[in-house]
């Protein structure tokens, strides 16, 4: 199981260990639902999860287009999870549907951009 992970690309490999690390935060922090903040718990989840989307799909357009496409796709996550914050954050504050709290989503999504600068600061030694 190593080898095949060590196989794959770094946006594989990204996504992967934030599933991982999604698991590991949700079973940690499992007593944030009974004091009355899961909030938190699930913006961390949904961070995690916008993240692992999105380096999957950075993965699959490495793999069978190239670079070209990974560069124009990085322009387009920028404007996707601007558009995702700014809409969850309207929900949260505007429309009062308090079930994620957007800084745990930026705080999941930045998970997800440490594992990768990690994975790929080591890949490159």
């Not at 996504?15 to 961390?44: C, D, N, R, W, Y």
């Not at 496409?69 to 009062?96: D, E, P, Q």
């Amino acid at each position: 199981m190593i080898t095949s992970f060590n196989k794959l690309n770094v946006y594989y490999k990204t996504a992967l260990l934030s599933l991982f690390v999604g698991v590991v935060l949700t079973l940690a922090l499992m007593f944030l639902f009974f004091i009355g903040q899961s909030e938190i718990i699930l913006g961390l989840i949904l961070g995690l999860l916008f993240g692992t989307i999105i380096y999957m799909i950075n993965g699959i357009i490495e793999q069978h287009q190239g670079y070209r496409l990974s560069v124009a796709f990085i322009f387009t996550r920028l404007i996707l999870l601007i558009g995702f914050m700014v809409g969850m954050a309207l929900l949260y504050y505007k429309g009062n549907v308090h079930v994620f709290n957007v800084i745990a989503i930026a705080g999941g999504y930045f998970i997800s951009e440490v594992l990768f600068i990690v994975l790929h600061l080591r890949e490159r030694k």
